[in-house]
């Protein structure tokens, strides 16, 4: 069973940056687009960046110019570099991967991973 590793996240002071990092366990034949939503304390999941598999992009309003979401395709890794951090930013991370072949000519799917924290707080 193939998982999303995701990896970078921490505790930073208001104003830092964080990057984070999310790739497959295993080998994957392809993957659409990808994205980085995250969960606020007492808040729903928001789509916080998403990059197709040809690289356009889109942000929530919250995030445009202090974010950036870029992926690597031959290691079907993405990335979320967070500038500017705001105590608002403090949320659980997960990464997305929609239309997940594992082998050629199987079904595609959908997978998440398992979050990690980011807390931007003084």
């Known amino acids: 069973q193939v998982e999303l590793v995701e990896s970078g996240g921490g505790l930073v002071q208001p104003g830092g940056s964080l990057r984070l990092s999310c790739a497959p366990s295993?080998?994957?034949?392809?993957?659409?687009?990808m994205g980085w939503y995250r969960q606020g304390p007492g808040k729903q999941r928001e789509l916080v960046a998403g990059?197709?598999?040809?690289?356009?992009?889109n942000y929530a309003d919250s995030v445009k110019g202090r974010f950036t979401i870029s992926r690597d395709n031959a290691k079907n890794t993405v990335y979320l570099q967070m500038n500017s951090l705001k105590p608002g930013d403090t949320a659980v991370y997960y990464c997305?991967?929609?239309?997940?072949?594992?082998?050629?000519?199987?079904?595609?799917?959908?997978?998440w991973g398992q979050g990690t924290q980011v807390t931007v707080s003084s």
């Open positions: 295993g080998s994957i034949f392809s993957i659409g687009a």
């Open positions: 997305n991967a929609k239309n997940v072949i594992r082998r050629k000519f199987m079904t595609p799917y959908e997978l």
């Open positions: 990059i197709s598999s040809v690289g356009t992009t």
